[in-house]
């Protein structure tokens, strides 16, 4: 075996190994698991992203703090899809028992009300579902919850506690391969594009030789 035909023949195999553990790992099980809560039902999987429906009466500025401290986010409504997933998770919680608020924070406020909603992770889509009536406030007055009863947003005051309001947290999933686990939305090896280079270039050197 000469040097060249050697190296050519680990190449193509380095290459290969690394196109069927690509498969292979991007199609790992997303999971919530990693997020703490009292109950799981408490978690929602949407859109490879888990939301948390935190049954904790504090502020809005508390609920962004404790969700910003654990790595994640306020959640944020890009459309009315996520919006009405999000209201049915938290009646199904209502109805269930296994909530302790009756409205949630968003990661949304309204600081003037010819400027509509400012996002802590700004969706960029323009989506709004106010209640009528609302936004009511602004400012220190326009911070966003959700209110599943009424299948909309209302507004309050940002620094206050409120008995009846938890919040929303927003985490990226985990993606499972075997025993190992990697946050994000994927886990991928080599770029999807790349792999059929790969495959057309062991093919065409295997054919060849």
Not at 40 to 66: E, G, I, K, M, P
Not at 149 to 178: F, H, N, Q, R
Request: hydrophobic fraction near 40%; charge should be negative.
């Amino acid at each position: 075996m000469t040097p060249k035909f050697k190296h050519d023949f680990m190449q193509t195999w380095i290459l290969l190994l690394l196109l069927v553990c690509s498969a292979t790992i991007v199609h790992g099980e997303l999971t919530c698991s990693h997020v703490e809560t009292y109950d799981d039902n408490q978690v929602l999987l949407l859109h490879s992203q888990c939301y948390h429906f935190a049954q904790d009466a504090v502020s809005w500025t508390n609920a962004a703090d404790r969700c910003r401290s654990n790595n994640g986010t306020l959640a944020s409504i890009p459309d009315s899809t996520v919006n009405t997933v999000l209201i049915t998770h938290a009646r199904n919680l209502d109805y269930s028992n296994l909530a302790n608020v009756s409205f949630y924070w968003l990661g949304g406020q309204v600081r003037a009300f010819e400027t509509g909603v400012s996002w802590i992770q700004d969706p960029g889509t323009g989506f709004l579902s106010f209640n009528d009536g609302e936004p009511y406030g602004f400012a220190e007055y326009g911070c966003l919850m959700l209110d599943p009863s009424m299948a909309g947003w209302v507004t309050d005051l940002c620094v206050s506690k409120l008995e009846l309001v938890g919040y929303i947290c927003v985490y990226p999933s985990m993606v499972k391969s075997g025993s190992s686990s990697v946050l994000g939305r994927e886990l991928q090896l080599i770029p999807t594009n790349m792999k059929g280079i790969i495959f057309f270039y062991i093919f065409t050197h295997i054919t060849t030789r």
